[in-house]
């Protein structure tokens, strides 16, 4: 599956996948989720990334993050792997790599598509069939939400605290959207997005960052490419039509295309007969 290179620019809302080796456990005690936290936290505040909302399973992680510098994503998940897997190494005296080589990141449209993915992230424990309801799971971020504290490494986004003027008015807004279930195509358009590095938003959206930052947030239409011409003679006429730049020299010299790759061929075919030992 082809995946694009990932989005580094900052102030954009990401989505965050990192899973086990071989989708293997990389928690294996209670300990171990808040140990992870405790360096999540650190890095996040070192590279300035707003932690929105997380979940973390068995053997994945979700984060819904937004970096506040260049590549803060990259350098917080690199300091965050790094001692965490010292830490689990040494706890259970074991060598060698927990997470898989890359970790998954596709930029998403917050007006859209961020209070969906949120509830993708918290809801994560109820699709396993782990807990019946969201705040009931231990790790994650769903009972800041539904029944905020203030003592969290969560920094909420713009469009949760526009669900109300203050917290408890937040958290039954947000509780109203936990009850009403994603869709599957919302589901797919996540997962896909996640999988294949690509923005996650609408068109327009993915217009505006591809030409904000001068590269492609979404893959390409499948389909053949068009063949090159590279055959004795026809490259000679074609840079010959980029320096004329003359309409009646260039339709002279393209019609000769054809004829020069038909003589390449023969030339090509003739040479193989004649190195071909008897």
């Known amino acids: 599956m082809p995946r694009l290179q990932r989005i580094m620019a900052a102030g954009f809302p990401q989505h965050v996948i990192q899973r086990g080796n071989n989708r293997e456990a990389c928690f294996f005690a209670e300990a171990d989720y808040v140990t992870y936290l405790h360096w999540l936290e650190r890095a996040a505040r070192t590279y300035r990334v707003a932690i929105h909302a997380y979940v973390l399973m068995t053997n994945h992680v979700h984060l819904l993050v937004t970096p506040g510098l260049e590549g803060g994503v990259s350098r917080m998940m690199q300091y965050l792997g790094r001692h965490y897997v010292q830490y689990v190494n040494k706890t259970y005296r074991r060598s060698g790599t927990l997470w898989e080589r890359r ?6 449209e917050s007006e859209t598509y961020l209070l969906t993915l949120q509830r993708f992230i918290e809801l994560n424990p109820v699709r396993k069939g782990l807990v019946k309801a969201p705040e009931q799971y231990r790790w994650s971020s769903a009972s800041d939400h539904l029944g905020p504290t203030g003592d969290s490494l969560i920094v909420d986004h713009d469009a949760y605290l526009r669900l109300g003027a203050s917290g408890d008015d937040r958290a039954g807004a947000y509780a109203a959207l936990m009850r009403e279930p994603l869709g599957e195509q919302a589901l797919s358009q996540i997962r896909s997005a996640a999988r294949q590095g690509c923005a996650l938003g609408s068109d327009g959206f993915k217009d505006h960052i591809e030409i ?16 090159e011409v590279d055959t004795p003679g026809a490259q000679q006429a074609l840079g010959l039509v980029a320096r004329a730049g003359a309409r009646p020299l260039i339709l002279a010299l393209l019609s000769l295309v054809p004829l020069l790759s038909q003589e390449g061929k023969r030339h090509s075919e003739g040479r193989t007969v004649r190195e071909t030992p008897l």
Not at 103 to 108: R, Y
Not at 215 to 226: D, E, F, H, N, T
């Open 103 to 108: 970790f998954h990141a596709s930029v998403l």
């Open 212 to 227: 904000q930052l001068g590269r492609r947030v979404r893959l390409a239409r499948p389909g053949r490419k068009p063949k």
